[in-house]
């Protein structure tokens, strides 16, 4: 079998404990819970190597042999699979991508969350990426959200709002015209923002955003059109 060695590069992630899915994640890993007969991860791996993501690694925890095992057994894949381990612990989105750092340190590199089913152009988003000069690109959409992301006209992260709360953090308290919209867990990452993050092994992402757009720019890619649903809760296997 001959590896797809010259794509770009991607993570899952795929440590969480899926507690929101119980009882379906009782004795599997969120991973490997199915829709429409194949497991999430399987739905995400052929989705990114169909769009020139041929070399992954995937973060484990929580039923990790089970996923090493189902991804070995798939051969099928003809591309680069690695593991990142959080044995003793796990390090939320943040500390997650930075362990994984020996893998993704050379290059722009896509990060999108084992649990999300979209049909978002990834290519054309890690063009965008690239085009805009960003640090980081946050995939965004339309749609009823607990928390919003603020971008302003030019398409940059400048706040972010709980919309249960009101709690409100800004990048530039000055800043007015705002326009609140959905995170879809899916981003592009320049592999500089390792040498920006927190020094310690676990911590959110969001928090390490809102941060890093006071001196960075943090460009919001929307894909209003695409279909996004988020299958790391119940209600989605109505």
Same mark, same amino acid.
């Given at each position: 079998?001959?590896?797809?060695a010259?794509?770009?590069?991607?993570?899952?992630? @795929?440590?969480?404990?899926?507690?929101?899915?119980?009882?379906?994640?009782?004795?599997?890993?969120?991973?490997? #819970?199915?829709?429409?007969?194949?497991?999430?991860?399987?739905?995400?791996?052929?989705?990114?190597?169909?769009?020139?993501?041929?070399?992954?690694?995937?973060?484990?925890?929580?039923? @990790?042999?089970?996923?090493?095992?189902?991804?070995s057994?798939?051969?099928?894949?003809?591309?680069?699979?690695?593991?990142?381990?959080?044995?003793?612990?796990?390090?939320?989105?943040?500390?997650?991508?930075?362990?994984?750092?020996?893998?993704?340190?050379?290059?722009?590199?896509?990060?999108?969350n084992?649990?999300?089913?979209?049909?978002?152009?990834?290519?054309?988003?890690?063009r965008?990426?690239?085009?805009?000069?960003?640090?980081?690109?946050?995939?965004?959409?339309?749609?009823?959200?607990?928390?919003?992301?603020l971008?302003?006209?030019?398409?940059?992260?400048?706040?972010?709002?709980?919309?249960?709360?009101?709690?409100?953090?800004m990048?530039?308290?000055?800043?007015?015209?705002?326009?609140?919209?959905?995170?879809? @867990?899916?981003?592009?990452?320049?592999p500089? #923002?390792?040498?920006?993050?927190?020094?310690?092994?676990?911590?959110?992402?969001?928090?390490?955003?809102?941060?890093?757009a006071?001196?960075?720019?943090?460009?919001?890619?929307?894909?209003d059109?695409?279909?996004?649903?988020?299958?790391g809760?119940?209600?989605?296997?109505?």
């Amino acid at each position: 079998m001959v590896l797809q060695a010259h794509g770009h590069k991607a993570m899952i992630l @795929a440590a969480g404990l899926g507690t929101r899915l119980m009882p379906m994640t009782e004795n599997k890993p969120k991973a490997l #819970v199915e829709l429409d007969g194949v497991p999430l991860l399987e739905h995400v791996i052929l989705k990114l190597r169909s769009q020139g993501f041929t070399r992954i690694i995937i973060n484990v925890h929580h039923h @990790a042999e089970m996923i090493m095992e189902y991804v070995s057994s798939r051969e099928k894949y003809g591309i680069q699979i690695e593991f990142s381990h959080e044995k003793e612990e796990l390090l939320d989105t943040g500390g997650g991508i930075a362990k994984a750092s020996w893998f993704l340190n050379d290059e722009a590199f896509l990060v999108y969350n084992v649990d999300v089913n979209s049909n978002i152009d990834l290519d054309a988003m890690y063009r965008a990426h690239l085009s805009h000069g960003a640090i980081a690109t946050l995939a965004v959409k339309e749609r009823v959200t607990s928390r919003s992301l603020l971008m302003n006209r030019e398409g940059f992260l400048k706040g972010w709002r709980d919309n249960r709360s009101g709690k409100t953090i800004m990048v530039d308290p000055e800043m007015v015209d705002l326009f609140p919209i959905a995170f879809s @867990a899916i981003q592009v990452l320049d592999p500089k #923002v390792f040498s920006l993050f927190p020094t310690q092994l676990s911590f959110p992402l969001m928090p390490f955003y809102m941060e890093l757009a006071k001196t960075h720019p943090v460009y919001l890619h929307r894909h209003d059109r695409d279909t996004w649903t988020d299958m790391g809760k119940l209600e989605s296997y109505a």
